[in-house]
């Protein structure tokens, strides 16, 4: 049997450490509208993948989602990877570099 009995998710939750959060430089964040139409779909698809990846911040409750860009683009790709590179703020590691490179970004 080759499947794991936990995702990474439940055991970082039964540990109580959860994801780390994706720091976001102010140019490398776009509104919810902003990332549903480069995900193409809808602001209520896009909001529930964001959550669930974890690549936003919100600073109140019932305030704007701040998206990052770069790991939008790394969830659109299926670049889990990249995404938990960036998570580790290795930005210059060339599997997360070329989102940046692709979107015009500085890393």
Known sequence: MSAALFTREELLECEGIGFAPILMKPDEIIC???AAHRARRTEKTTSGMCKEFRIYRQTMPCAPLEI???A???VL???VEALELFRLGKRHHPRVKIYFEHLGLPC
Do not use: I, R, T, V
């Open 32 to 34: 919810l509208k902003e």
């Open 72 to 74: 939008l683009e790394m």
């Open 77 to 79: 790709h299926g670049d």
């Open 68 to 70: 990052s860009a770069p």
